[in-house]
């Protein structure tokens, strides 16, 4: 024969139950809070990633540097076309799902470089959006000038 239940003293019998209910809540509010912690590190970790190969594809870019001798003394001067060639080369040789959006020189000495790519969330959530496009501009100078 079974014991009968103790009941806390002041505690109706309808209460019985609810510290389950409770548990359950809490329990699915610390899964939500884990899920969007997990996102938030991945879009940062890819904004990171993605800081990176900008810097890295404007330093391609100025090494695209053409030498000109001006009043006798040698320049190294950039020019649009010879910073976006490199930095193309860069962003197509890393593979990464990053595109290039622009690639010049500002003023000549300077490579500056943007770049575009989209991230999603790495766990389906309700509480993270589906994607958010990420852009990272990044300016190099010529080591010669």
Partial sequence: MRAPRRRLAGMPRDEDGSILLLTIGYALLALAAILVCVSATSLYLEQKRLDGLADAASLAGADGFTLTLDAGAVRAELRDGAVHEQAQALVDEVGADAALVW????????????????WHPPLFSLFVPDGVTLESTATSRTALR
Wanted: glycine share 12%; net charge positive.
């Fill in 103 to 118: 690639a010049g020189t500002p003023d000549g000495v300077s490579a500056r470089v943007t770049l575009r790519t989209q």
